[in-house]
């Protein structure tokens, strides 16, 4: 069980990624063997600051040693030596290994009854790495307040809470901001000129472009806090917000498209799809906050993922075979042409939804996992690039003029089902 628990640990802290460098943690007989607190890439000019107070330890050994008790880094590049020595040795302690980089143990602390200790630590070595606080006792609790910085210093010799490759993303957001901005302009204007044909999918798109606006006007200010004074000020929190609406509006629009679609379906088949949809909907909506936990718990952000994937296969499947129906008899009726046409329509911006709430999340997941520490940034153009192409395509696709309406239900389905039924 201690060797699963140091191997679990190590692999979360290879893509755990925090949005705040300063951790303030306090713990109350706390059982675990290991504890990670945070992940940073260093510069040549970096600083570790840990501060511990109130300390105390508690077992039923006799046997307890304060140097069985302490704070180490962890590279990305020794994790696979480390869970090595792991499964070789019996009594490993992490603390021991010649790959962890030691910063203070309970020898350092100040003398009771008030333990503590107060210092600040050089990073020789610049690199990833990732800050866990161990203890070696199985059968000791620890209690304490934990407060940790990690900051690389600037030319000027001012603190950057940022890691490494970081402080590019708040130019990044702020141009993806006014390219969104600009967008949501363009769109809103264009559905005005063309009102008469605006409907409420077009009303719910230009309200999900303005909530990525507003979310890349908040990540901007977020990331520049974090280098300033470590923590967001609540701008995280906006950010998330962000999230959850335009969540909300991509399950809306999943809903809304489901009733244009309904007609032109059969009974069994629109059977299908409402399972389908109604599974949908509680990934749509938890998909967000696993994202903000995702760093650190990336198995949910794939269960969801994966759950969803299952939802929308099934949709295409039965989108796919009403088309096929569709086309056959579009041969002797025009009627079936047009709503043909539309169906296969609707079944590109379904995709377009998916791809854009599901997709390129976890293609920028992936991407962080695999290039170099101080390219990660790139993972997030490559996301919000994608973003904007996905927008823009689907906004040349299903603009007021291009006549994607939603029909009737009622005076449709009876007509729809004739044509399908031939």
Request: charged share 15%.
């Amino acid at each position: 069980m201690a060797k699963l628990h140091y191997a679990l640990l190590l692999l979360i802290s290879l893509i755990s990624h925090s949005n705040a460098n300063i951790k303030t943690l306090s713990l109350t007989s706390d059982p675990r063997q290991i504890i990670f607190l945070r992940k940073f890439a260093f510069t040549h000019h970096s600083q570790v600051f840990i501060s511990t107070s109130d300390v105390s330890v508690t077992s039923s050994s006799i046997y307890t040693l304060d140097s069985r008790f302490g704070f180490f880094l962890l590279s990305k590049e020794a994790l696979r030596q480390v869970l090595l020595e792991d499964e070789q040795n019996a009594d490993f302690c992490v603390l021991d290994s010649f790959y962890a980089v030691p910063l203070f143990t309970f020898r350092d602390l100040s003398p009771p009854p008030h333990r503590f200790f107060n210092r600040s630590y050089p990073i020789n070595n610049p690199g990833e790495y990732s800050l866990f606080f161990s203890k070696c006792d199985l059968v000791a609790r620890v209690s304490m307040n934990i407060h940790v910085e990690l900051y690389n210093l600037d030319s000027n010799g001012s603190k950057n809470y940022l890691s490494i490759g970081q402080s590019r993303l708040i130019l990044l957001f702020f141009m993806f901001s006014l390219a969104f901005f600009f967008l949501s302009v363009l769109w809103a204007c264009y559905c005005y000129c063309n009102k008469e044909s605006t409907n409420r999918v077009h009303l719910l798109i230009t309200g999900l472009i303005t909530v990525k606006t507003l979310s890349l006007i908040c990540a901007g200010p977020d990331k520049y806090l974090v280098k300033l004074t470590g923590t967001p000020h609540g701008c995280d929190i906006m950010f998330q917000v962000a999230r959850v609406i335009s969540s909300l509006i991509i399950t809306a629009l999943i809903i809304i498209g489901f009733f244009f679609f309904k007609p032109f379906l059969q009974e069994k088949e629109a059977q299908v799809l409402i399972f389908s949809i109604a599974l949908q909907v509680l990934p749509n909506l938890a998909f967000p906050f696993a994202v903000t936990m995702g760093d650190a718990w990336p198995g949910v952000v794939r269960v969801l993922a994966f759950l969803s994937m299952i939802c929308t296969c099934t949709f295409l499947v039965t989108v796919g075979r009403s088309i096929w129906l569709l086309r056959k008899a579009a041969k002797t009726d025009e009627k079936a042409v047009m709503r043909l046409a539309k169906i296969e329509e609707f079944a590109l911006y379904y995709a377009s939804l998916i791809g854009y709430l599901y997709v390129t999340v976890m293609v920028a997941i992936d991407l962080r996992i695999v290039m170099a520490y101080e390219y990660n940034w790139v993972s997030n153009a490559v996301e919000e690039g994608v973003n904007l192409t996905i927008f823009v395509v689907t906004l040349c696709m299903f603009g007021p003029v291009n006549d994607f309406i939603l029909l009737d239900a009622e005076n449709e389905k009876e007509e729809t089902m004739a044509v399908a039924n031939d």
